[in-house]
């Protein structure tokens, strides 16, 4: 008979407890996502139709977010295209909790969530590794609402103005009393948070520095896909039901990153932004009328 060997069963043993704690971690935070409040469908398209006589012949220039793999749009306001972000001025970084825009690698709706912005918006198509969905202990970006966990998605807004603006705390930062119209550019980048010390640094995604004068993001993504660039607005959820009165020249780039849940919780402890949790999601915005058309 054929000796057995105990080490290899302990080490069998232990392998098959952490393949179990994993998959209970993971049925544990499907189960607090589906028992998340979500209202129903009529509550959204409410607050659309609410929109829609809010803006209705009023004069508001296209609108932010959209669906980037759609092209048209009715728009007629006009503003000229911001200058590229090496000639303005970095002034904030901020992101959202689920990607505001759909496309690319994220199409796959997380549904209408509590109808205030939170647990709605458009999420990764793809999977990470077992391991990479290994739930973090500590409370990630959690100062306002729900801690972040391994596989969330993240909309990351690098936000410029051409004003003479230094990185700072909310949009405010990007408007100065001697510029009472700048130029402003947001690039857009999706992520997905992995427990992976191997996986992209967000410090460095949102380091900042000085390049010819200009506060930049320098490794804001190159690599994530042509940008979709159009002409929009400021998002978040305070205009689901009324219009963003800000131009905004977008660039959203259609692939996600892959990033270090744990560098993420370590930004959120200490950044020149004060930024402390994720945003909330404005409703995607299909009205033609509020939308500019695509031209890239």
Not at 183 to 211: C, H, P, Y
Request: with cysteine.
């Amino acid at each position: 008979m054929k000796a057995f060997n105990k080490t290899a069963i302990r080490k069998r043993s232990s392998t098959q407890k952490s393949v179990i704690a994993i998959a209970l971690a993971t049925l544990v935070l499907c189960a607090s996502a589906a028992s998340a409040k979500s209202v129903a469908d009529n509550v959204v398209s409410e607050q659309r139709d609410t929109l829609e006589k809010n803006t209705d012949a009023q004069g508001f220039g296209p609108q932010s977010p959209r669906d980037i793999g759609q092209k048209a749009g009715t728009n007629s306001r006009r503003f000229g295209t911001a200058p590229e972000r090496s000639d303005l001025n970095l002034c904030n970084i901020h992101f959202h909790k689920n990607a505001e825009h759909k496309g690319g690698d994220f199409t796959t709706y997380a549904g209408n969530g509590d109808g205030k912005g939170t647990n709605t918006g458009y999420v990764y198509n793809g999977k990470l590794s077992a391991a990479q969905m290994k739930p973090v202990s500590n409370q990630v970006c959690a100062a306002k609402g729900d801690a972040l966990q391994s596989g969330d998605t993240l909309e990351v807004h690098f936000v410029y103005s051409s004003a003479q603006v230094a990185p700072g705390p909310t949009l405010g930062a990007c408007l100065a009393e001697s510029t009472m119209n700048p130029g402003l550019r947001v690039e857009g980048q999706v992520i997905v948070l992995a427990n992976d010390t191997n996986a992209m640094d967000f410090s460095e995604l949102a380091e900042v520095t000085q390049v010819d004068g200009y506060y930049q993001a320098p490794n804001v993504p190159t690599n994530m896909g042509a940008p979709i660039q159009y002409l929009g607005s400021t998002t978040g959820p305070a205009y689901n039901e009324k219009a963003s009165p800000l131009q905004v020249s977008w660039s959203v780039r259609p692939q996600v990153a892959v990033v270090d849940i744990n560098s993420v919780s370590e930004w959120c402890d200490d950044n020149v932004f004060k930024e402390g949790h994720a945003h909330g999601v404005r409703n995607l915005v299909r009205n033609p009328k509020l939308l500019s058309p695509i031209i890239n």
